[in-house]
């Protein structure tokens, strides 16, 4: 079946970095565009970024674009989401998530469109 698993999270101060890694099995990865999603304590899941297939489109949320990048590497079957310039409003659950094939560009955003979610991991900044 198919299995996600974040790792890399942690605490970080203000202004920091931190690498999440997102790793998956069952799942024929070369075809498959992942997202990042993040949900702060009290606040919904919110829609970070996605990468496609092929690494060809990244797009991000307003909020952490020119700080976060996805990149992947299809050897390792894993999705990378790297994060500069940290601040408190990054503190959340960060999960991973495959997007359900035949899905529409203006429909990758949605949470919906997504079938396979990892557990998470927790990136907290202090400030």
């Known amino acids: 079946q198919v299995q996600l698993v974040e790792s890399g999270g942690g605490l970080v101060q203000a202004g920091g970095s931190l690498r999440l890694s997102c790793e998956a099995s069952?799942?024929?990865?070369?075809?498959?565009?992942i997202g990042w999603f993040r949900q702060a304590p009290g606040k919904e899941r919110e829609f970070v970024g996605y990468?496609?297939?092929?690494?060809?489109?990244?797009t991000y949320t307003d909020s952490v674009r020119g700080r976060f990048t996805i990149s992947r590497d299809n050897a390792k079957n894993t999705v990378y989401l790297q994060m500069n310039s940290l601040n408190s409003e990054d503190t959340a659950i960060y999960y991973c998530?495959?997007?359900?094939?035949?899905?529409?560009?203006?429909?990758?955003?949605?949470?919906?469109?997504?079938?396979?979610w990892g557990q998470g991991t927790q990136v907290t900044v202090s400030s």
């Open positions: 998530a495959r997007l359900r094939s035949g899905t529409i560009l203006s429909e990758m955003r949605t949470q919906s469109r997504y079938d396979y």
């Open positions: 069952g799942v024929t990865f070369s075809r498959t565009t």
């Open positions: 990468i496609t297939w092929n690494g060809g489109r990244t």
